[in-house]
């Protein structure tokens, strides 16, 4: 296991409906990231946190809110999703001060209907 | 921002074979260039990187060499077996604290 754990793994929701994903590491990590990841396209950044704070928002719709409130969980909340939405949610984590590799987490598979 | 071109989308080769997959890169500050194996419904799993301050790093059967000068790496793979068959990222940071940006990934297939 690599130590990023995702819940959940399989999320049905509708578009009035708010809901939130969660991710926590027990890497001791610093550094922590959601990505996107849909059919037939890379894996996109969306949010990055470091040392706690959020560094990097890209370009992500306000339907989409994260949240760290320490450096071991990170938080996905969502709302009034569209089906265009529906994507793999991949969480990650780093350690902030080395240029090392991020681990993932297994992610949550998510449908709006 | 880092901008990374992956290709080719797809590859096929037969076992045995070497597989070659090329990644170019826009930011000259990117130092850190990691490559990541997907398998069908797991996530994505570091299989080698390389640094900026290396041009080439090999782990058995795998090897990934580094043009810092034309700002592109590449992912080799010889002897390829079945179990290879997966897709493939590479991705590009610019150090410590800032998130991989990656490619579109490679499809490999590799036939028995």
């Known amino acids: 296991e690599t130590g990023v754990t995702q819940t959940p793994r399989h999320l049905v929701m509708g578009m009035t409906n708010k809901k939130s994903l969660k991710c926590e590491q027990h890497?001791?990590?610093?550094?922590m990231y959601w990505y996107k990841q849909s059919a037939k396209k890379p894996l996109e950044l969306m949010f990055v946190y470091s040392l706690e704070e959020r560094v990097e928002n890209n370009s992500v719709p306000s339907r989409f809110s994260p949240e760290c409130p320490n450096s071991s969980h990170l938080f996905l909340h969502l709302h009034t999703l569209q089906p265009e939405d529906s994507a793999l949610y991949l969480c990650a984590s780093s350690q902030a001060r080395l240029n090392t590799e991020a681990f993932f987490g297994q992610g949550t598979r998510l449908t709006v209907v | 921002g880092e901008n990374v071109e992956q290709h080719p989308s797809t590859l096929s080769v037969q076992e045995g074979d070497s597989a070659v997959i090329k990644c170019t890169y826009s930011?000259?500050?990117?130092?850190?260039f990691p490559w990541y194996k997907q398998e069908l419904g797991k996530r994505p799993q570091l299989i080698i990187d390389?640094?900026?301050?290396?041009g080439e790093k090999k782990d058995q059967r795998i090897a990934v060499t580094l043009n810092k000068t034309a700002k592109h790496f590449s992912l080799h793979i010889t002897e390829t077996q079945p179990e290879d068959s997966a897709v493939y990222f590479c991705?590009?940071?610019?150090?410590?604290?800032?998130?991989?940006?990656f490619g579109k990934g490679t499809t490999l297939s590799v036939s028995s």
């Open positions: 991705a590009a940071s610019m150090g410590a604290g800032t998130a991989l940006i």
């Open positions: 890497l001791g990590h610093n550094a």
């Open positions: 390389i640094r900026s301050n290396v």
């Open positions: 930011d000259s500050a990117s130092n850190y």
